[in-house]
């Protein structure tokens, strides 16, 4: 989308920048808070909800995963909401291309016991019945740690200090035909990735830590014999994110607002992220009644679920120059778990101890107020990077959002600050087939839908006067942080390379 940039000659750009200095419309009134969130309806949001899954059950995958014509109508239904407005927005489609990984499958058994486990993101396929399973000593960064036994068998190899890519392709110069690598913290199940395809690894999967270390126990006095099934499918896929550009308030100040259009292969991802990309949807059709001071934009990125790839793509694709005009982007991932909490990101650090850069705290303080304003009570979450802020972060731009959670397991504390049940994760459709319009907490969709909002008519409206200015260079700090951080049912909500 930056193609622009370069083939542009003097004369053109003289003629862009006369476009630009047209003036708009100004007839709007500047935005308004409360008349904002007035617009914000539930039924509104609602209809939204069931066009989108109406969408994913048209297609053969029920889904809106990446790549997918669930996906690509999901794009195209934004796309049409927006431009539906009489030109408010600049409605621009980024290409993406790039291999995800839409179907996986495994099965481990050793001497004839089941154990939990999941495919290394980007392995191949296996179908291995019967073969030994070697402990490798050392941690397999080294192709002297494979003993020849390995040769023509599974190889045992415990996480750390190396890639799960080395360990592989080590595991498979000895003859291994797979691996499974056993996790080196009590954090669950290990989700690793090759970071790619690779021809000189061989498939893998991994365990827990106990479960490997209960299986280097027997090992030394009982031959492992294992049967491994992986199954995947990998493809290239091309996919497109949506950034909408209001037409009006200061391009050097812009607020920048995001959620994810894409679902899991699971299902149609109705909470997750359909919540988001109807939030900040909604409130995209509705402040088109309104000027603002500030220019704010919206985005609907592909491929989260793969690994924030199409987000990631877009950062990538702004100048320097271009990114320090962002003052502050939110982003809305799940805004309407049936076993809620109503969670705004950490950004000033005080719960988890990692902050993020200057205006992330400020960020986080009006969703507080906002909160507290409605009589609600409220909880900060990790501000881990994981979701389409993550590349914001990176590239040193302060970033808040607010967060009705996943797969965090409900604590007595935020039942007694929410109700709801005890023990139970928060959303416990979670990245599956349920996760459809029944799935969805009106209450919390509302409350946080005009969160988004608030936000919008508040930073619309002062053009971010008084706002931390931005700071070139990302400026993350990490503290003590008071509180234990939650318990998650999955061990990493994406694969980690090491
Ligand atoms: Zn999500």
């Known amino acids: 989308m930056n193609m622009m940039k370069w083939t542009l000659g003097p004369a053109l750009l003289a003629l862009s920048q006369l476009a630009a200095a047209k003036p708009v419309n100004n007839t709007k ?97 296996l179908t291995a019945t019967d073969v030994p399973l070697v402990v490798v000593p050392n941690l397999g960064c080294d192709a002297t740690d494979f003993p020849s036994t390995v040769s023509g068998s599974v190889a045992l190899v415990h996480r750390g200090s190396c890639t799960f890519a080395i360990k592989s ?14 996790n080196n913290e009590n954090a669950g199940v290990v989700a690793g990735t090759y970071g790619g395809i690779l021809d000189d690894a061989v498939p893998g999967g991994g365990i827990t830590q106990a479960d490997g270390e209960a299986l280097v126990a027997l090992s030394s006095n009982t031959t492992l014999t294992t049967s491994l099934e992986i199954a995947t499918v990998i493809e290239l896929v091309q996919s497109n994110n949506v950034i909408a550009t209001s037409k009006y308030g200061s391009p050097d100040n812009i607020l920048f607002l995001g959620a994810h259009s894409d679902s899991v292969a699971a299902g149609p991802g109705i909470n997750d992220d359909g919540s988001g990309t109807i939030g900040i949807l909604e409130t995209a059709i509705q402040l088109a009644k309104y000027s603002t001071k500030a220019q704010v934009k919206f985005g609907w990125w592909t491929a989260e679920e793969s690994g924030l790839l199409g987000s990631t793509y877009y950062v990538e694709s702004l100048s320097d120059e271009e990114l320090l005009k962002i003052r502050l982007y939110l982003n809305f991932d799940m805004i309407a778990s049936p076993n809620y909490i109503l969670g705004h990101y950490d950004g000033d650090g005080s719960e ?18 906002y909160y507290e304003s409605n009589g609600l009570n409220h909880t900060a979450t990790e501000f881990n990077g994981r979701s389409d802020y993550g590349p914001f972060l990176d590239a040193g731009i302060p970033s808040g959002g607010l967060d009705a959670g996943a797969d965090e397991v409900k604590t007595q504390e935020w039942v007694d600050q929410f109700g709801g049940t005890l023990g139970a994760i928060l959303d ?52 003590e942080g008071t509180k234990a951080k939650p318990t998650h049912k999955y061990p990493y909500r994406f694969p980690t390379i090491l």
């Open 29 to 125: 009134p500047l935005v308004n808070d409360k008349a904002l969130q007035d617009a914000i309806k539930v039924e509104n949001l609602y209809k939204h909800a069931e066009n989108l899954q109406a969408i994913a059950y048209s297609t053969p995958g029920r889904n809106r995963v990446a790549g997918s014509t669930g996906h690509d109508l999901t794009v195209e239904y934004i796309t049409e909401q927006l431009n539906a407005l009489d030109g408010y927005y600049d409605v621009e489609l980024q290409p993406w291309e790039g291999y995800t990984q839409t179907y996986e499958e495994i099965s481990f058994t050793v001497n004839g016991v089941v154990y939990e486990a999941q495919v290394v993101e980007y392995s191949s396929n």
């Open 169 to 182: 392709q080590n595991a498979k110069a000895a003859g291994a035909i797979g691996v499974i690598f056993w």
């Open 352 to 369: 988890f101890g990692e902050t993020g850069p200057a205006g992330s705290a400020e960020a986080e303080h009006l969703f507080e107020e």
């Open 428 to 479: 416990p459709n979670y990245h599956s087939a349920e996760d459809d319009v029944a799935n969805l907490n009106e209450f919390c969709f509302g409350v946080m839908s005009k969160g988004i909002a608030h936000a919008v008519a508040t930073y619309g409206a002062s053009g971010f006067e008084g706002f931390p200015e931005r700071e070139t260079a990302a400026k993350r700090s990490v503290g």
